[in-house]
């Protein structure tokens, strides 16, 4: 391994926005909540709804994958933060439902790969290397996308839900090495955020890789300085297109 050292048996792969573009999903989701619930808002503007919405600069999902929260409060409050950030009624308990139908089935609808992910999970299962995925997401959820993204050869081995906890946790990482039968130091987690995927999998003995890609960064609280990143030892790559040669595998 030209950049990383020492023997790999497996890779470890986060899902939204490392494998699966959920920026761009999530962007299908924004327009469409913008249109139904932000009518006034001009559509030029409907880029700042989706940067308000990753950028979820109060924390809320982060919350939930800490178990300090429900999925469904997180994402309703996030709802109304949004609502009232771009001027739009607030939407209240009982109207929740109505609102997320209209959120989830415009993202499913644009949940797809990234361009080299099933060319790269393709080449290191070709050359012995075990592969699975861990996701901050339920589990059943991230089997669903990554199937309808054409990546169910994927094995989703831990979400959210199976130990009521997500990333950074190291009992995460260290329950998908076990799951995918590799010791972690001899497994490399590649992921696109650097302080839960990467400082996280790096604090529980795995090798670390971020996807730090261009124009891809939520902003607002995350940490994402890859000076930093290398300093610490973790590679950083612009895509998945780097993660096969780094591992010293031909593609």
């Known amino acids: 391994m030209p950049l990383l050292g020492g023997q790999v048996d497996g890779v470890l792969f986060d899902v939204d926005d490392t494998l699966v573009d959920t920026r761009s999903a999530f962007g299908?989701?924004?327009?469409?909540?913008?249109?139904?619930?932000?009518p006034d808002l001009p559509a030029d503007r409907h880029d700042e709804v989706l940067v308000h919405w990753?950028?979820?600069?109060?924390?809320?999902?982060?919350?939930?994958?800490?178990?300090?929260?429900?999925?469904?409060?997180?994402?309703?409050?996030?709802?109304?933060?949004?609502?009232?950030?771009?001027?739009?009624a607030p939407v209240p308990d009982?109207?929740?439902?109505?609102?997320?139908?209209?959120?989830?089935?415009?993202?499913?609808?644009?949940?797809?790969?990234?361009?080299?992910?099933?060319?790269?999970?393709?080449?290191?299962?070709?050359?012995?290397?075990?592969?699975?995925?861990l996701s901050n997401a339920a589990f059943d959820y991230q089997v669903l996308k990554l199937e309808r993204a054409g990546l169910g050869d994927v094995p989703m081995l831990v979400g959210v839900d199976t130990l009521g906890v997500g990333k950074p946790d190291p009992r995460v990482f260290l329950e998908a090495c076990r799951l995918l039968g590799t010791e972690p130091h001899r497994t490399v987690y590649v992921g696109d955020e650097l302080d839960v995927d990467a400082r996280g999998a790096l604090a529980a003995g795995l090798?670390?890789?971020?996807?730090?890609?261009?124009?891809?960064?939520?902003?607002?609280?995350?940490?994402?300085?890859?000076?930093?990143?290398?300093?610490?030892?973790?590679?950083?790559?612009?895509?998945?297109?780097?993660?096969?040669?780094?591992?010293?595998?031909?593609?």
């Open 28 to 38: 299908v989701a924004m327009r469409r909540i913008a249109e139904t619930y932000l």
């Open 54 to 88: 990753r950028r979820d600069a109060l924390g809320h999902y982060r919350a939930y994958t800490r178990g300090e929260t429900t999925f469904r409060a997180q994402r309703l409050a996030r709802a109304n933060l949004l609502q009232e950030e771009f001027g739009g």
């Open 94 to 133: 009982e109207a929740f439902e109505e609102w997320d139908a209209v959120f989830e089935g415009a993202f499913q609808d644009g949940w797809a790969a990234h361009a080299e992910a099933a060319s790269c999970v393709a080449d290191l299962a070709a050359h012995g290397l075990k592969v699975g995925a």
């Open 207 to 251: 090798r670390a890789v971020w996807v730090d890609r261009p124009g891809a960064r939520r902003g607002g609280p995350h940490l994402e300085d890859p000076a930093l990143a290398e300093a610490e030892g973790i590679v950083v790559v612009p895509s998945l297109r780097e993660v096969v040669g780094m591992l010293g595998v031909d593609a």
